[in-house]
């Protein structure tokens, strides 16, 4: 043993020859002295004092565990440990050996060793100092980290720590090559390396494992009792016995009195034996017909569970088998979402249905159910369809109005967006995308003129005064006047006299539009004024008596309404302010107002007064189109959104009825499918009709019929849908008008077409 | 007052409608699981926070809400306070234990005394009447039958004696069921036996379920179950009372021991297996020697009369005896078909038999071993005092207030449904359930069991219920028996009839077995429209067939019969001049289903399209009718006009669409899109049960 640590010893300076320069010196000296070797490079390295640890061999040397020695010591110990059982003194010599024992894991082994070598182990012991050689004390040794020495011997010289801290490569090459590296512990307060020995190793052993640290500890032996088991004639203590314990006590007595007194008084009752039959009797003996069903009206029973119906059936029919397909769906569901929460199969005998699964469990449910849930009484709203839609007059007895499609006007080459007929109902105008306007005998379907403008005609309009003979049209951004000198010579030519009768003033005002004379050529095809304005027009319209003109301008601001004096060729702007942008204008028939379609209003202006009447709220979300009955009580407003407002303007600014006129509507109620917009609406001069043309191709007639008495609510009926007009670029019928004098409606199409319905 | 104490009182009283869960404990200082408890016991439910007024709903959040008055409805409840003492009781119990130590004798005295309450006023409160306590028997009754078979468990909170409880009340429920007639309908689910009762004119439909190994779900609160059935085994003991008073039977039924340790169930309360135990031996003697006397007489009345052999003359007379007491007591019930009468009787026979055995048990047994009928009416003159006596009491005693009424007559036809047949239930059936089902058709059943009236080899057997084949026959009359499967008493009594044996045949295609429950209220309330017409079709078709099929049994005799039932115009002649092939046949029931669905949906919508039904006719008469290639033109121009007619009801609908408000515009196009919605499902369905039969066809 001493040899292979020996060997150890060797190898280790072999390892780091450098840094023990001076050790090979005094490498022979501890030689002898095994226990010294560790000792050596501190007392070295102190300098000259290295006797003192050399020379006594007694509580100092004895620190440095050598196994050799301490073997024999432990031997001696337990041989002492023992003889001290033996002896009467035996529970304290078991404190000294347990004592030992402790110690000998710290650096205490000393202890023994110096009492092996006195003899004496008891002279020397103090287990009060803990370590000699270090004289720190019990302070913590991370204090000395930062220093060379971890702490001062007895004579007050620093004791060095090792000269070099071993590192990990270090660690392992004594990992590898030291047999006993799983022996060495280091020793906190100087540094140094213990190697356990076999002794020590065995007693950590025992420790660790609960046992006592003397292998010669007898935990079993027979237990020795204090007092025998056996009678003694003579007893324990010869107390004699208290007077009391030969009296009845008084205090039981009273209690006992009291008791009595209550079972006479019947006060206390024997408990009766409880009957373990239940007893039933007849609980509905008196019952009341009238009982209140229920507690209170509140109150709501339970519902019933739900009866099997045929999917449930053990044998159930064919039809009610799951594919394939469907069995996937169920069983990937939650048990909590499936309609149905078994799977309908069908076996072919009865022995071979198995029991279901989740029985107890929709039991359990159920329970839940009954006591958890909120009821509720569901009234099942049960509503008549045929209810729902209203009751009208039959078409039939509303007529006349226009039925079928009588003339196709061909000869546009794009869309046709606006319409016009004249006061008589003789001739019709038109405006198409192709830059042209035509004119168009109504009874024939022929062409009469064609005048090209050299635009896009947004809007076209026919003088309503008899008197004269003119067309407005707006195009571009100039609004042209013309005489298309058709019917009667009498009234083109005065109303040629009309306009050159106008002499300008001397000092021409300021003006929002700028009035041309038409030149000679232009003459010659019709044009006779041409009124410019800086910005695009999308609507004119001509006053009632046929001086005045409106006009619609696409910008922003206040003027994008201009009112045009044909005959005085004035022109102004009626409002310093905007409400959005204007879609439409129109005047009133009889009063004179002017109405003005912004986005989401109408507003009703009274002109002379020069103040705001009324504000319409249509409730659609764009207003498209505009229209004055002619007896100027009623308002019709198309919109975008594929809707119908007529207003009643005695009865509120609310609409008095909204027609959803959309055809697709109806079919697509899901709010997926666009609606078609409304994009022209009219009213006929005469008869109770109007009209309505929307993206969708079809001219929608209805009967307005207004009365004279005010107590009498307009009556609104759908009575035809007219179709024929063909889709072009998602397009439908652009403009409706109706002749002024028949029933009968026109509309321009997309398709380049104007038809006209009788 | 101040006026702003005022208006808080005032608001304090609109918000107190309702209370809190959480308020409701803290003022009846109950823990949670006494308030659940005491929430089963009376019925009480929360809210919808819905319900709440919306300005005082944020108060309400997140908790369960009562109404006031179901708070003061617990407030005077007698049961806290014995929910109290039982909690009190459990301290002290605790505490004594503790000082006690090992002496076990004490500590059982104390749980002795545990206080216990009583439910019967609750049930009154909840059930004023009786007909209402007999109309909410259906959770009670499955719920019951389900922990009877549970296992008991007291760490999990399955009381034992619950389900002792629960086992003898489900017992005396189907033997009171039987006894008294009262099955209707019967149907066999995927999840057990589903039975229906009429009971004072209630329907009561319980489920019996399949047998199975009970199973511990961890998401099951069996105590929750456990105060449930404490509730409704309360409730059925009371409302079997009240009925077996009112049909005059003694509550509760005796049980027979030897029987019950036989696992009969219902059966060991049965008085007359009672009263024949003794006799059987005696019995089956009795009834070869019979048989074999007879055996030039008519089968049927032997059947009828060899059950009750020796009572035969003792019956007589003690009928006559009792048409004289019942004279002379005029009993409250109104009867008036003779029928009644003699159950009347046969219940009193059944009474006095018992008491017979309560006074004179040594008699009897000297009764039972002679056959004499002299005995008997010694025996007889004996008891009729005590009957007298008894009847006396009975008419002493004032009555029920009120008479309940007995539906009699429809039970009739089904009471006598099996009343000359003997079924032989073997053993791998389900004996319970089959019994019950029989016994109150009037049938007589026959078991493997030395208690069971008749043995295997009994002549006057005519049916055996089993599903396996059995294979040789020693004798020829157990040959001649029908073997049938289960499901034929099912349908039977389903169906109010009794229908061939020969589809039920074992080893045969059983044909389908349908539901009886679709005509139920119940039913309908829970399934939507067109399910209901589904199934309500499937019914009705399947019902046909059934019909059709018998009658090709019958050599097609009644061929003309079927033509007036199945008058419909369209098919009328088709009918019965294709009725021979299947396959047609089933082509021409798939046509009238279609039909009849569309019948029914138009009762339903009340839609008056009868051009388009009409056309709709047309075009599925098309492939039906032979004769295509004649009345190809004069169908296309009805086609088209069809369509021009159709195309003009379509604009006018539009056009009135167009005025409607938007309100009733969305409404309307719910409607139109629900109606769409079953009109699409409907036809996926025929679409189904069409591609199977073209499947078939295949196949075939």
Not at chain 2, 187 to 212: D, E, M, R, S
Request: with cysteine.
């Amino acid at each position: 043993m001493a040899g292979s640590r020996g060997a150890g010893r060797t190898a280790a300076p072999s390892v780091r020859p450098e840094k023990r320069r001076s050790e090979p010196e005094l490498e022979p000296e501890p030689e002898p002295e095994p226990s010294l070797l560790r000792t050596s490079p501190l007392s070295h390295s102190t300098g000259s004092d290295s006797d003192i640890s050399d020379g006594e061999e007694s509580v100092f040397s004895g620190l440095e565990d050598s196994g050799s020695d301490s073997s024999e010591d432990d031997d001696e110990g337990d041989e002492e440990g023992k003889d001290g059982a033996l002896s009467d003194e035996g529970h304290s010599g078991m404190e000294k050996t347990t004592e030992e024992q402790v110690q000998d894991g710290s650096p205490g082994l000393r202890t023994a060793v110096a009492s092996a070598r006195t003899g004496d182990e008891y002279a020397e012991d103090s287990s009060d100092e803990e370590d000699i050689r270090n004289t720190v004390g019990n302070v913590p040794l991370e204090w000395y980290a930062d220093f060379p020495h971890v702490g001062y011997d007895l004579d007050g010289r620093r004791i060095y720590k090792p000269l070099r801290t071993r590192d990990e490569l270090d660690q392992f090459l004594d990992k590898m090559d030291d047999p006993d590296y799983w022996r060495t512990v280091q020793d906190p307060m100087t540094g140094q390396d213990l190697r356990l020995t076999d002794e020590q190793v065995a007693l950590v052993r025992r420790l660790q494992s609960g046992q006592f640290g003397d292998m010669g500890f007898n935990p079993y032996e027979p237990a020795v009792d204090f007092f025998s088991g056996d009678v003694m004639i003579h007893p324990v203590t010869n107390r004699p016995a208290d007077k009391r314990s030969f009296i009845p006590s008084l205090v039981e007595k009273e209690k006992v009195s009291r008791m009595v007194h209550a079972i006479k008084m019947g006060w206390i009752q024997p408990r009766r034996p409880r009957d373990p039959t239940p007893s039933f009797y007849d609980l509905w003996a008196q019952e009341d017909p009238n009982a209140v069903l229920g507690r209170h009206k509140m109150h709501v029973p339970a519902p019933k569970l739900a009866l099997p119906g045929h999917a449930e059936s053990y044998n159930p029919p064919p039809e009610y088998l799951l594919s394939e397909e469907e069995h996937l769906a169920w069983e990937q569901q939650e048990p909590g979402e499936r309609k149905q929460s078994f799977l309908p199969r069908k076996f072919p005998s009865l022995r071979a249905v198995p029991a279901y699964g989740r029985f107890i469990q929709e039991r359990f449910e159920r329970c839940l159910d009954l006591y958890l849930c909120p009821r509720q009484r569901k009234m099942r709203v049960n509503v008549d369809p045929e209810d729902l839609i209203p009751k009208l007059p039959r078409p039939r007895d509303l007529q006349p109005f226009p039925t079928c499609q009588a003339l196709v006007y061909r000869g546009h080459s794009d869309l046709v967006r606006c319409l016009s007929v004249s006061p008589g109902g003789q001739w019709l105008v038109s405006g198409s995308d192709d830059g042209s306007l035509r004119f168009w005998e109504v009874a024939t379907a022929r062409c009469v003129r064609t005048v090209p403008v050299g635009g896009v005609v947004k809007s076209v309009a026919w003088n309503p005064s008899p008197a004269v003979c003119l067309v407005a049209a707006a195009v571009e951004d100039s609004v042209l006047v013309l005489n298309p000198a058709l019917g009667d010579r009498l009234v083109a030519d005065s109303t040629d006299q009309l306009l050159s009768a106008f002499v300008p003033p001397e000092e021409p005002p300021l003006q929002p539009a700028r009035w041309l004379e038409a030149s000679e050529e232009e003459r010659q095809v019709g044009l006779r004024l041409r009124v410019c304005h800086g910005k695009p027009v999308t609507q004119v319209t001509w006053h009632g008596r046929g001086d005045y003109l409106a006009v619609v301008l696409a910008t922003q601001g206040h003027t994008q309404v201009l009112i045009h004096q044909l005959s005085r060729r004035r022109s102004q702007s009626p409002f310093r302010r905007s409400h959005g942008q204007v879609q439409r204008v129109a005047f009133h028939p009889a009063r004179p107002f002017l109405l003005v379609a912004s986005q989401r209003s109408v507003r009703l202006y009274h002109l002379l007064r020069q103040e705001l009447t009324k504000k319409l709220m249509p409730n659609c979300k764009w207003v498209s189109s505009l229209a004055v009955h002619p007896a100027g009580d009623n308002v019709i407003c198309g919109s975008y959104d594929s809707k119908l407002v007529w207003f009643d303007l005695d009865l509120s600014t609310k609409p008095y009825r909204m027609l959803s006129l959309s055809l697709l509507s109806t079919w697509f109620p899901s709010p997926r499918h666009h609606k078609k917009a409304l994009r022209a609406v009219a009213f006929h001069p005469r008869y109770p009709l109007f009209a309505s043309g929307s993206d969708d191709g079809s001219v929608i007639v209805c009967h307005g019929m207004v009365y004279n008495d005010l107590l009498q609510n307009p009556l609104l009926v759908p009575v035809k849908v007219l179709k024929g007009h063909a889709l072009t670029r998602d397009l439908g019928v652009l403009d409706v008008v109706f002749h002024p004098t028949q029933p009968w409606v026109f509309s321009s199409g997309a398709d380049g077409t104007i038809r006209l319905f009788t | 007052m101040h006026i702003h104490k005022l208006k808080k009182k005032i608001q304090k009283k609109k918000e107190s409608k309702y209370i809190k869960k959480k308020s409701i404990l803290k003022k009846l200082c109950l823990t949670y699981d006494d308030f659940n408890k005491i929430c089963i016991y009376k019925g009480i439910y929360p809210r919808d926070h819905k319900q709440i007024e919306a300005k005082y709903r944020s108060k309400f959040n997140k908790d369960i809400c009562y109404t006031r008055k179901d708070f003061k409805n617990i407030k005077g409840e007698p049961i806290i306070n014995t929910l109290r003492e039982i909690k009190t009781y459990y301290k002290k119990y605790k505490k004594r234990k503790q000082r006690c130590g090992t002496n076990k004798e004490e500590c059982k005295n104390i749980i002795k005394g545990l206080p216990q309450f009583k439910l019967d006023h609750i049930i009154k409160e909840r059930h004023p009447n009786l007909s209402q306590a007999v109309g909410q028997l259906n959770d009670a009754l499955t719920a019951i039958v389900a922990y009877s078979l549970l296992p008991s468990d007291e760490k999990i909170g399955i009381k034992n004696d619950s389900i002792q409880k629960c086992m003898q009340l489900k017992n005396i429920f189907h033997y009171y069921v039987y006894k008294t007639n009262k099955i209707t309908k019967a149907f066999i689910t995927v999840k057990g036996y589903y039975l229906q009762a009429q009971i004072l004119q209630q329907n009561v439909t319980w489920l019996i379920p399949h047998i199975f190994t009970p199973y511990y779900d961890t998401s099951i609160n069996f105590k929750i179950i456990t105060t449930f059935i404490e509730y409704y085994t309360c409730l059925l003991n009371y409302v079997l009372f009240k009925l077996f008073k009112i049909d005059d039977l003694s509550y509760p039924p005796e049980q027979n021991i030897e029987l019950k340790n036989e696992k009969l169930g219902h059966i060991a309360y049965d008085q007359t297996y009672f009263v024949d135990l003794a006799k059987v031996a005696n019995n089956t003697k009795g009834c070869d020697s019979s048989g074999n006397n007879n055996e030039n007489n008519n089968t049927m009345l032997l059947n009828a009369a060899n059950f009750v052999v020796n009572d035969e003359a003792s019956d007589e007379t003690e009928q006559n005896l009792h048409i004289k007491v019942y004279t002379k007591a005029e009993a409250a019930e109104d009867i008036a078909t003779e029928n009644v009468v003699t159950q009347g009787i046969e219940e009193k026979s059944v009474k006095k038999k018992k008491k017979k055995k309560k006074n004179t048990t040594s008699n009897e047994k000297s009764n039972e071993k002679n056959n004499d009928t002299s005995n008997d009416k010694g025996n007889d003159t004996s008891n009729d005092k005590s009957n007298d006596k008894s009847n006396d009491k009975i008419s002493s005693t004032p009555t029920t207030v009120i008479k309940h009424y007995i539906n009699e007559d429809d039970n009739n036809k089904l009471k006598n449904l099996f009343k000359n047949f003997i079924f032989y239930i073997h053993n791998d059936m389900p004996f319970d359930v089959l019994s019950i089902i029989i016994l109150s058709c009037g049938g007589k059943i026959g078991w493997k069991s030395k208690y069971s009236p008749y043995n295997y080899k009994n002549k006057a057997i005519t049916h055996e219920i089993t599903e396996t084949e059995i294979r040789g026959c020693e004798e020829n009359f157990i040959c001649e028996r029908d073997r049938i499967q289960p499901q034929y008493v099912f349908d039977c009594l389903n169906r109010k009839e009794i229908l061939y044996c020969f589809n039920y045949k074992v080893n045969k295609q059983l044909p389908v077995h349908l539901s009886p429950f679709i005509d139920d209220e119940n039913y309908k309330d829970f399934v939507k429209t067109e399910e209901y017409t589904i199934s309500k079709m499937l019914s009705t078709n399947y019902e046909q067939r059934n019909d059709n099929n018998n009658n090709n049994n019958n050599n097609n005799t009644n061929k003309m019969e079927m033509g007036q039932t199945d008058e419909k115009g369209i098919i009328k002649t088709d009918m019965t001049t294709k009725v021979q092939s299947d396959d047609e046949f089933d082509d021409i029931t798939l046509v009238k289903c279609r039909n009849a669905a569309l019948e029914n949906q138009k009762q339903i919508e009340k839609e008056d399209e009868k051009d388009d039904v009409q056309s709709q006719k047309n075009s599925q008469n098309e492939p039906q009718t032979g004769d295509m290639t004649k009345t190809d033109n004069i169908n296309d121009q009805n086609l088209k006009l069809g369509n021009l007619k159709k195309q003009k009801k379509h604009n006018e609908l539009q056009r009135k669409k167009m005025l409607m408000s938007k309100k009733k515009r969305k409404l309307y196009n719910r409607i139109e899109n629900a109606e769409k919605r079953q009109k699409q499902k409907i036809q996926k369905w025929i679409n189904k049960t069409s591609k199977q039969k073209n499947n078939k066809k295949k196949k075939t």
